[in-house]
Every structure is written in C-alpha cells, then in structure tokens.
C-alpha cells in the first residue's frame, strides 16, 4: 500500500512538472487576434470613454436652454410715528402701522433663437391701520428678441455647436485608436511567425551542423578523414554558432509572444502561460498600387486629416460668434398681461382670471461700446486664428500625401524582395546539395560546407522576414491611408 501511494505521489509530481513545462496552446488566427483585441485592449477601452464624454459635454452645452423657475415671498412691517397736529384737529396724530405680504414667482429662460422669456406672477397684500386693506397683484410674460447682436448666434448656440464638433472629433479619435490597434496586432501577429520560423530555420541550421559533424566522426573513424586536420573542430564551432543562433531565435519568439499578448488582453497574468500558435503561414498576395488611389483615400478619411478639417469647422464657429458681436444691442422689448385688485386674494385672483384690466408695453433698447475695442481685436485674433489652422491643414495634407508615398514604395520594394529571397533560399539549397556531393566524393571541404549551410541558413531567414516585411507593408500603408477598417471588414460605429 505504501509503495502505491508513492508512486500516485511520484506520478503527480511528474505531471505536474509536465504542465509546468508545456504551457497550454491556443491557435489563433490574424481574425481572432483582432476579436480579441476589440474586446479587450487596454488602450481601446480607454478611449471609447472620449465620445461618451463628448456626449455628456453636448447635453451640458444644451443646459443653456433649460428654463429657471423662482419663487420668493416677503412679509414686512413698519410703524410711522405719530405726534404733532394737523390743522383741523387738535388731536396728536396717531402713529400709522402697515403690514404687508408679497409673493412673487416665475419663469424664465431663453429660446434657441436667442428670445429671452419671463413668465411672472406677483401678488400683495397691504394693510394700514384705519384702513382695511388692499389686495393687488398681477401676471404677465416680459419677452426681449435680440436683432443684431446674439441674433444669428450667442454663447450657448456656439456652445452647443462647439460640443457637437468635439464630439465629431473624439469619434475619429477612437477610429485612430482601432487603426492603430489593429495595425499593430496585425504587426505583431507577422513578427510572431516570423519569429516562430527563424526557430526553425535555426533548428535546420543546428541539424545540419550536426549532421556534418556526426557524419565528419564517422569519417576520422573510417580513416577517410585525417584526425588533427581541423574538419572536426570546424564542426564543433558550427555546432555551438548554430545552437547558439537558436536561443537567441527561441528568446526572440518569447518576446513577440509576449508583445501580441499584451495587445489582446486586460488581464495578462491569464496569457502568461498560454502558447500563442499562429494559425496559418505567411502568404504574400501580390496588390496592385495606385499612388493617386491611396492619396484620395488618405486625404479623404484619415482620422487626423477629418479631425484637422474639424479644427477649422471649430474656428469657423467661433469666427462667425466673434463677428458677430461687432455689432451693436439692438433687442425688441415686449410686456403683456393683467392686473387685479381687490380687498381679499380672491379678488385680485378672480380680477386676473376675468383678464379684464389687460397691460401691454412694446419697446426697443440699443447699446453700443464708443470704441468696441474688445470685439474688433477679438474678431481679428479669431480671423488669424483661422487662417493659422487653414495652413496647419495644407502642412498636414503634405505629410500625409508624403508618408503615403513612402508606405507605397516600401510596398513594393518589400514585394520585389519576397521574390528575390525565394530565389536566393531555392539556388542556396541547390548549391549546399550539390557541395554535400561533392564532399561525399571527396571533391570538397568541411569548410566549403560549412559556409553553404551558413548560406542556406540566412537564405532562409531572409525569405521569410521579406515576407514578413511585405505583409507589415502592407498593414502600413492601409493605416496611412485610413483604410485599416475596411480592409479587414470591421464596422465602425459609436453608440
């Protein structure tokens, strides 16, 4: 019985020594990677709180509008001394006690067309002593139209356009943040396999270095090579390059394993042990370039370049505010409503409610600063303003125009490789075979070998990193160009 628990513990700890040095794999395709991260890239997550709170700062802008109630009521007292004589009586005049109570109420706000309302209510009532008192008050609407200043915009109309443009913007400030992701996904996906194929390439390297020095042995031991020649020691160096070679190739894999990881997720303790494989290989789909094509996309919907014009429908808002408050106040007044009297509150309310003593007032106001000084260079800063941002534009149209140029030729140049490289890696295999021949006839050196699998080696490495290149050209020259979204089928839309 003891034995069997021993081994059940012996097995146990072996399997658990297994799982420790076998992490669990997952095979992901470019497609999950972008599910991926989506859902749950940090620095996505971050940025789609921008339009909410854009959002937010649209509804505060439209705060402008809401009407404002008040309501206020005062009770007073006053007592006017008597004394003295009047020239009818010789009494001494009493001394007058007055009381009143007053409630007043209203509503009040302004339209988006710039009409300033007052809905009021107010009533009193007044008592004196030898009197019994008095009840009035009265209920109308004050209305204020400004005709040239604040006619055609105002603070909160510009308010509120400013913050439907920001929040125009913080979209497109998200859509860049999706781009970038996915493009760097995309970037770090490629590196992946490139990364995962140098391991094997160096591991070919590392058996074929083997193979030479295992096949050179056989060879001193069968006489047919000398012993103190060198040939064995020339191996045993390849042999240590090659398998060096290789874990700096498996350290590299382990760090792009890593930069893909932190793209994808939020909680990265849970990928740490997780085995990222690549799903398929590398393919280089040749693509047709077209300068004139990518540059119309690029200038048509960049994220920066929407944003730019942004900036300058921004300025154009606030240009047409400054402009407009150049001008003088000139507003039309308005008042109109009813009264009541009476000896109790019932009375000055049923009064009102008759609407038997109507009130009406019709008016205009204007004012204008002497010298306006304020307004005038404010509009001129504003003016300036705006043609700094037009240049800022044109400056930004140039760079885009001049990195799409780039992201194209280093397009093609990255598909020019990935041909070359394939034919360099097919003559370096071609050339090693018929060395290792000729070296088998005894026509040959250690040496000559040697330096053909070193050939073969970078043959190899090369044609997959012009591949890898060619694919991450791509992937940038469809971010210069705006076009990351529709290029791998992924709707935008901010809710």
């Given at each position: ?133 008095s009840t009035s008050g009265e209920i109308g609407v004050n209305l204020t139209q400004p005709l040239l200043k604040n006619f055609w915009t105002d603070g909160n109309r510009l308010s509120v356009s400013v913050a439907k443009n920001r929040m125009k913007y ?90 893909l990881k932190i793209l994808l997720t939020d909680n990265y303790a849970r990928w740490q042990e997780l085995e990222i494989i690549p799903a398929a290989p590398m393919e280089a789909v040749k693509q047709l370039f077209d300068l004139q094509d990518s540059w ?200």
């Amino acid at each position: 019985m003891k034995r069997i628990c021993a081994l059940a513990i012996f097995a146990a700890a072996v399997l658990s020594a297994s799982a420790q040095t076998n992490p669990a794999v997952r095979t992901m395709s470019l497609q999950d990677c972008f599910t991926e991260a989506l859902a749950h890239n940090l620095d996505l997550q971050i940025e789609r709180y921008a339009p909410q709170i854009s959002l937010y700062d649209l509804y505060s802008a439209y705060g402008g509008y809401d009407p404002a109630f008040n309501l206020s009521g005062r009770h007073s007292y006053n007592v006017s001394p008597g004394g003295g004589f009047n020239q009818y009586s010789t009494n001494p005049i009493p001394a007058r006690i007055t009381k009143s109570d007053g409630f007043n109420s209203g509503i009040s706000g302004v339209l988006p067309l710039g009409l300033q309302y007052n809905f009021s209510g107010n009533i009193a009532d007044t008592a004196s002593s030898g009197n019994s008192g008095s009840t009035s008050g009265e209920i109308g609407v004050n209305l204020t139209q400004p005709l040239l200043k604040n006619f055609w915009t105002d603070g909160n109309r510009l308010s509120v356009s400013v913050a439907k443009n920001r929040m125009k913007y913080t979209e497109q400030s998200l859509r860049n943040q999706i781009i970038t992701t996915i493009t760097a996904v995309e970037n770090a996906y490629y590196e992946l396999i490139y990364a995962r194929e140098k391991v094997k390439v160096q591991q070919q390297a590392l058996d074929l270095a083997q193979k030479q020095l295992a096949d050179d042995k056989q060879r001193v031991e069968l006489k047919v090579l000398a012993e103190r020649g060198g040939t064995i020691e020339q191996d045993e160096a390849q042999v240590a390059s090659s398998r060096a070679s290789l874990i700096s190739a498996q350290f590299t894999y382990v760090g792009d394993q890593n930069a893909l990881k932190i793209l994808l997720t939020d909680n990265y303790a849970r990928w740490q042990e997780l085995e990222i494989i690549p799903a398929a290989p590398m393919e280089a789909v040749k693509q047709l370039f077209d300068l004139q094509d990518s540059w119309t996309k690029g200038l048509a919907q960049r994220p920066d370049m929407i944003q730019a014009k942004l900036d300058v429908e921004q300025q154009g808002l606030q240009l047409k505010y400054s402009f407009n408050q150049l001008f003088p106040q000139l507003d039309l007044t308005g008042s109109y409503g009813f009264n009541g009297q009476g000896r109790e509150y019932s009375d000055a309310f049923g009064q009102i409610d008759q609407g038997n003593a109507p009130f009406y007032s019709v008016g205009a106001q204007f004012s204008i600063p002497l010298s306006n000084v304020r307004a005038r260079n404010s509009y001129k800063t504003t003016k300036a303003q705006q043609q700094q941002i037009l240049l800022r534009l044109k400056q930004l149209e140039q760079n885009v125009m001049l990195q799409i140029d780039n992201a194209v030729s280093q397009a093609r140049s990255a598909w020019e490789s990935v041909d070359v490289t394939r034919q360099a890696r097919v003559y370096a295999e071609v050339a090693l075979e018929a060395e290792q021949g000729k070296y088998a006839a005894g026509k040959s050196t250690t040496f000559t070998v040697l330096q053909l699998q070193i050939k073969l080696t970078t043959a190899r490495s090369d044609e997959i990193r012009s591949l890898a290149d060619y694919n991450k050209a791509l992937a940038n020259l469809a971010q210069q160009e705006g076009s990351t979204l529709e290029r791998r089928q992924i709707d935008f839309k901010v809710k």
